[in-house]
């Protein structure tokens, strides 16, 4: 176990936590849960001895070693599996299956294995770091964000494996379903403050409102108290035979602490701009085949169709480098198909959230005037709005693209694609970037949306609240599915579980 007590953190003027405590005690798995910013990163940091805090202590047994998914990537072997196993303990040098049994279940192949690590993607790179810290099997993880760039398949697979792990495990994911499904508690940073409580995110959410509206009865009913001894002093204070009561009772308003209000946190507002559409049917895909080459021996996918209705929330599934994201860029004619043709509806309009589309804000441009272009019907007051619900307010809406995080410019894209009149939309890992909290505000608002929804997402518990039908690309191939997500995983399921 290790002990935190009283850690404060500040950045210039921004304070992040005070007197911060927490205690991780034997075989606990925590969830680790804030808004962006709030300061879930930093702890890890200060944990790792990375970041020095302002003040307070860290008390760790003598002998515990604590593991962690490093964000940087920094290769020095010449094969994956050479990488991985240079942090296998002395007595396991030769225990290389221990980081095989990993990697293949993060999706890398036997022959993946004796490549340069430097030829992967970015994502399959923090998957060998992601190796890298579970076969070092220590007594705490410290995982900041894991499922970022894991496909579906080894999402599974990595949430059997922490299930099953003897130590202890400290998880920041915005992954709502997976982080629940593994933690044994949920602690989490809120207004400066950390919070712990056994259970789920759920639970923990429950225990935070109760807590919060606890402490507002205290604080009106405390403003109450001070408002009638403050009438008292007021009316009495002059007067003589009152002065020795009014006097008590102003020292009694002294003594009495002071009880800020909650302050409120914001989340993402998503509101769709909803066109009507009179078709039942808004788009039909037929016979639909792509390769890069332009050569069928190395289609991605082949001979799909697809009929996407008006009322249509189809899931796009499977593991990463499949195709997916080409799908969804074909459907949006931003692609063309070696074989078939789409056809939509006369009244068609496409919003489309793509992995690559960020790349087409023009550096120049304020957030303001993105939105703007996305739709020049909108007033002044409507843009800023939408800029204020993608938390862009005030004087923020005026920074220019050139200057902001890639979760910015997310952010700057789903306000355009919120901005744009649709009536099908489109959208590439809309979750990318997003705390817990704006990610289920926007399945929210993606199951309320009046027209067809095809979304590319490996997040269970997005696919489980939207989803009546799939696509899913596997067993080399990418196929239909009239169905929700847990019918395919019982009549079909992932070929890699079976």
């Not at 993880?141 to 130590?167: A, H, Q």
């Not at 606890?214 to 008292?232: A, V």
């Not at 952010?411 to 959208?427: E, F, P, Q």
Request: hydrophobic share 35%.
């Amino acid at each position: 176990m290790i002990q935190l007590n009283n850690i404060s953190m500040h950045f210039g003027v921004q304070v992040l936590f005070d007197d911060l405590d927490l205690l991780i005690g034997k075989g606990e798995r925590i969830g680790f849960v804030g808004r962006n910013g709030s300061g879930k990163s930093t702890l890890f940091k200060i944990i790792l001895g990375e970041l020095t805090a302002d003040s307070g202590e860290i008390k760790v047994p003598k002998g515990y070693k604590i593991g962690a998914l490093d964000q940087h990537i920094n290769f020095t072997k010449p094969t994956v599996l050479e990488e991985c196993c240079q942090v296998l303990s002395e007595d396991e040098q030769y225990d290389w299956w221990k980081a095989e049994r990993i990697l293949f279940g993060l999706g890398f192949s036997e022959e993946d294995l004796e490549k340069d690590p430097y030829s992967f993607s970015g994502g399959y790179q923090v998957r060998i770091n992601l190796t890298k810290a579970l076969v070092q099997n220590p007594n705490l993880l410290l995982l900041d964000e894991p499922t970022n760039y894991l496909d579906i398949v080894s999402l599974r697979w990595l949430r059997g494996f922490l299930k099953s792990f003897k130590g202890e495990v400290l998880l920041i994911t915005h992954d709502r379903d997976f982080m629940d499904s593994i933690t044994t508690h949920t602690a989490g940073l809120s207004r400066k403050r950390l919070r712990k409580y056994q259970g789920n995110t759920s639970k923990f959410y429950e225990q935070v409102l109760i807590s919060d509206e606890m402490y507002e009865q205290t604080r009106l009913n405390q403003e109450k108290k001070k408002k009638e001894l403050q009438g008292f002093v007021d009316r009495f204070g002059a007067k003589a035979s009152k002065a020795a009561q009014a006097q008590s009772r102003a020292k009694q308003i002294e003594k009495m602490d002071t009880l800020e209000k909650l302050s409120d946190e914001n989340t993402l507002g998503f509101k769709f701009n909803y066109m009507k559409c009179p078709g039942k049917v808004i788009l039909e895909a037929n016979d639909l085949s792509f390769s890069y080459s332009g050569l069928a021996e190395e289609d991605l996918f082949s001979n799909l169709s697809l009929t996407i209705g008006r009322d249509d929330r189809i899931g796009i599934i499977g593991k990463n480098g499949k195709g997916k994201s080409t799908l969804l860029n074909v459907i949006a004619g931003e692609l063309k198909a070696r074989t078939g043709s789409t056809t939509g509806h006369p009244s068609m309009s496409m919003g489309h959230f793509g992995q690559t589309n960020i790349e087409r804000l023009s550096s120049d441009n304020t957030i303001q005037d993105e939105i703007t272009e996305s739709n020049p019907d909108l007033t002044f007051a409507q843009a800023r709005k939408i800029c204020g619900t993608m938390m862009f307010e005030g004087d923020l809406a005026k920074k220019k693209i050139s200057v902001l995080s890639g979760g910015e410019k997310s952010r700057v894209m789903l306000g355009k694609i919120l901005a744009h009149k649709s009536n099908i939309l489109l959208l590439d890992e809309p979750t990318n970037h997003l705390d817990m909290e704006s990610i289920e505000a926007l399945t929210s608002e993606i199951g309320n949306f009046g027209g067809a929804v095809v979304v590319v997402t490996h997040s269970e518990l997005m696919l489980r609240a939207i989803a009546n039908k799939l696509v899913i690309f596997h067993k080399g191939r990418a196929e239909f599915f009239d169905g929700t997500y847990d019918e395919f995983l019982e009549k079909i399921g992932w070929e890699i579980e079976e």
